[in-house]
């Protein structure tokens, strides 16, 4: 059973910066795949950023080149960076595990809320 706990959700303004911390109960080096997915009010749950255990990173088209994933694998910790934040960025930011490439079992934190107003 791997646990999640997110961290470092909170208000900022438009152009903002947040950085969002995962601690995970297990060492992360041997999950396959780590990442972030967001809600916003009345609507589904989209990824947002995907890194593998070989430090490989995907993002999805709306972020890209402004928010980083990263890993650190001696803390067991995963990263979300977020710059030059936009209105649409509000949501409740959860993270992500998936233990395997075949065969694994996937798990969710319980969340941190992401709020961009002015």
């Known amino acids: 059973q791997v646990q999640l706990v997110e961290s470092g959700g909170d208000l900022a303004p438009p152009g903002g910066s947040l950085r969002l911390t995962c601690t995970v109960s297990?060492?992360?080096?041997?999950?396959?795949?780590l990442g972030w997915y967001r809600q916003a009010p009345g609507e589904g749950r989209t990824w947002v950023a995907m890194t593998a255990n070989d430090m490989s990173a995907n993002y999805v088209d709306s972020v890209k080149g402004r928010f980083t994933i990263s890993r650190d694998n001696t803390k067991n910790m995963v990263y979300l960076l977020m710059d030059s934040l936009k209105l649409e960025d509000t949501a409740m930011y959860y993270c992500y595990a998936h233990t395997q490439l075949i065969g694994g079992d996937d798990y969710w934190g319980q969340g941190t809320q992401v709020t961009v107003s002015s």
């Open positions: 297990e060492k992360i080096a041997d999950i396959y795949l």
